[in-house]
């Protein structure tokens, strides 16, 4: 039975990633913000605003273990999800975590986009993103470098480096 498991912050290229893999080795991929989002018919930025970040993480937490109960499944976590509750065993129980660890400036290049959609980082200038997410990634890094296995993703920007990152996760879970 597979059951890879990406964390990593946002912006590290979990869903990206974890699509590419799950149609390389031919697995159904869940991505666990879309998955919190089905089943409660809101969006990840509706229900920060309802119920706050608190409320979130409680849902989040329940629909972890939900998907988490999945076989041969890739999963992709929210950038929070390994740094609440016990979270981060858990993972680490149900399967193949893997880290996909990327610095803050390639972090910010990716995030200055999407910047709107995501609760934490909304209203938050060039300048103010940079510092946020220094801050906020060396606060999680402890939590992250649990993973079973840690790949650097720095220089995935194309379709040849989410090949190569896809390749080397398969070879860090042993299934080449
Ligand atoms: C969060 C990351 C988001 C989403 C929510 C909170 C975080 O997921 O779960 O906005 O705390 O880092 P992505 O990492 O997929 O953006």
Not at 35 to 48: D, P, S
Not at 63 to 84: K, N, Q, R, W, Y
Not at 124 to 133: G, P
């Amino acid at each position: 039975m597979i059951r890879i498991i990406l964390i990593g912050y946002m912006g590290a290229g979990k869903t990206t990633v974890g699509k590419a893999l799950a149609k390389d080795l031919g697995l159904m991929f869940y991505d666990l913000d879309w998955y919190i989002e089905t089943r409660m018919h809101k969006t990840v930025a509706q229900i920060f605003e309802e119920r706050g970040e608190e409320g979130f993480r409680e849902i989040e937490r329940n629909m972890l273990h939900e998907v988490a109960e999945f076989e041969d499944v890739i999963i992709s976590c929210g950038g929070g999800t390994p740094c609440f509750f016990d979270n981060m065993d858990y993972l680490n129980q149900q399967g193949d975590t893997v880290y996909l660890q990327c610095s803050p400036e390639v972090l910010a290049k990716h995030l200055r986009m999407g910047k709107g959609v995501r609760p934490l980082l909304l209203g938050k200038n060039d300048e103010q993103l940079m510092a946020y997410i220094r801050e906020h990634l060396a606060e999680r890094e402890p939590f992250y470098s649990r993973a079973r296995h840690t790949i650097n993703v720095d220089l995935m920007d194309n379709y040849e480096k989410i090949r190569i990152t896809v390749d080397g996760v398969k070879r860090l879970v042993n299934i080449m």
